[in-house]
């Protein structure tokens, strides 16, 4: 079931920021995260969040991103760098520049798939950053 309407076209997804796709995908991987820990642990809500920090963080998305880059498809590895090389003015304090450029290209790939509807795809890239 869709919740929310994604309206717009193939075209006019290919051709935003791929920050925005980041933004999206910020959005999307940490619901997925944060669903997961509900759904497989018996934690409360505090530890949740910090157990949720482990993935979600600039690092670990980073590693993650290097870890499934050899199951991505050809368009998919050029959504990443697309994302990895796109101008971001913002960085936290917290997090090194490579893994935050890394973080973003991983946030970029699950919000271009989610986007585009390839929510098997999306599930499936998913489910890898569990295992």
Known sequence: MEIIERKKDLNEIKMLSPITWAYI??????????TYLINETRLK??????????????????????KISDNLTEEEKDIVRRGRNAENHHLPKNADPEDYMYATAFEALIGYLYLIK??????????????
């Open 118 to 131: 390839q929510d098997d795809r999306l599930k499936e890239i998913l489910n890898m950053t569990i295992e």
């Open 25 to 34: 995908g910020d959005c999307i991987y940490e619901l997925y995260i944060r």
């Open 45 to 66: 809500p505090h530890n949740m969040h910090v157990e949720a920090t482990k993935y979600v963080k600039a690092k670990a998305q980073a590693d993650i991103l290097k």
